[in-house]
């Protein structure tokens, strides 16, 4: 028989232990043995590290006794001061960060409007300095004491190299994002597709906390695709995250393929209404949906044509994706749906039209209202945190990269 990597394997069962304190704590050893199917060894020795090193710390319960040694039963739970992260996100529109402790509670966050979109990677850089600069001072630290910063964004990105392959904030292709701010800052830095970060929050502090298989679409500028399973995220080859934008929903009156990115974008819906000069002001501004929203609520025909379109191009790459995964639950995020009821109907008519059976009655799809500045921030910081439990899994290939 082959026997796994004896550091790989303490690795993996220090980030387990780790996920079941922050899921369950104030916790007791011999419940982590028994959620996290570990033997009373291994927790004994992996948690006694874990509180020298300062990560976790034991709460004495008065009351409580352990039934053996009549003693009182000692609780584990995550020492907060452990770690300090900065949790960035940056959107066409908006730049939204979050500094949070070691168990993800929110210190202080910012939310700058601001246009962000096919800039240069310097720009946005500085932008992201400053921002997280500041957010760093009103939560009462420097940048000496934060351990990690997470940056996310829509679009194509390669974690690990902190490169970001596509994005419709970045003019060029291929950008060292990572390494630009590292340079600025000062500080680690890790680079994360919006969608991916989405769905780790979702998992760590939203409605899906005992799921630990879960698909989010994030339906922005780009159109990104986090998969969730087994508690970890899923990413392609060299940590590359998802986008389906270019995936395939039908084909144009000419015969040519139509793909979900073409309809079902925000772009794409403020491009169907470019006629309207109050619509292009109010694009370049970042506030297009807005006028869509209130020409929706008056019925304007054009509108209710482009909504049903895009809606209806959603619910249809949703059923390839329940087909390839068949996760219990999926959740639709992003800027879209703004668009409100016309539009989540929409989609809900055509993922019933086109699902396979019996694929739609496994498959739970919930809507999550757009996230205000607060949410966004500790979404990212979600994969700082991540990345300092110590998680082995950060590509389909080897577990850690040369």
């Not at 402790?101 to 310097?122: M, T």
Request: aromatic content about 4%.
């Amino acid at each position: 028989m082959k026997t796994g990597d004896p550091e790989l394997m303490r690795v993996i069962n220090r980030f387990h232990i780790l996920d079941v304190i922050r899921r369950y704590g104030p916790i007791s050893r011999v419940e982590i043995a028994q959620r996290g199917e570990l033997s009373s060894t291994t927790v004994s020795a992996i948690t006694g590290a874990l509180v020298e090193d300062g990560i976790i710390q034991p709460v004495p319960v008065g009351g409580i006794h352990e039934p053996a040694r009549g003693r009182p039963r000692v609780m584990l739970e995550l020492n907060a001061a452990a770690a300090r992260v900065v949790g960035l996100r940056i959107g066409p529109h908006q730049i939204a960060v979050a500094v949070t402790d070691f168990r993800g509670d929110v210190l202080a966050h910012l939310d700058v409007p601001i246009r962000v979109r096919r800039q240069s990677v310097a720009t946005v850089a500085d932008l992201a300095e400053d921002v997280v600069r500041r957010a760093v001072v009103d939560a009462g630290l420097t940048l000496k004491e934060i351990d990690s910063v997470c940056a996310t964004m829509p679009g194509i990105v390669e974690y690990g190299m902190g490169r970001v392959r596509v994005s419709p904030i970045f003019a060029e292709r291929d950008v060292c994002f990572g390494e630009a701010l590292v340079s600025r800052l000062a500080v680690p830095v890790v680079v994360e597709s919006e969608a991916n970060a989405l769905a780790l929050s979702e998992h760590w502090f939203g409605g899906s906390r005992d799921l630990g298989d879960l698909a989010v679409l994030s339906l922005e500028q780009a159109i990104g695709l986090g998969i969730l399973h087994g508690g970890q995220l899923f990413r392609g080859a060299h940590g590359l995250s998802h986008d389906i934008g270019r995936m395939v929903v039908g084909t144009r009156p000419d015969g040519s393929l139509l793909r979900l990115i073409d309809v079902a974008c925000e772009q794409a819906v403020l491009d169907g209404l470019g006629a309207d000069p109050s619509i292009r002001d109010a694009a370049h501004a970042g506030l297009g949906l807005r006028h869509a929203v209130e020409r929706l609520a008056r019925a304007d025909a054009g509108v209710l044509d482009l909504v049903e379109q895009a809606g209806r191009a959603v619910g249809i790459a949703l059923a390839n994706v329940v087909a390839l995964f068949s996760p219990p639950r999926v959740l639709l995020a992003g800027s879209l749906l703004h668009l409100g009821a016309p539009f989540t109907a929409a989609v809900a008519r055509s993922f019933a039209e086109t699902v396979a059976e019996p694929l739609g009655e496994v498959t739970e799809i919930l809507v999550d209202p757009p996230r205000d500045a607060r949410r966004l921030g500790q979404g990212a910081a979600a994969i700082a945190l991540c990345e300092l439990y110590g998680s082995p899994w950060s590509t389909t290939g080897p577990a850690r990269p040369a």
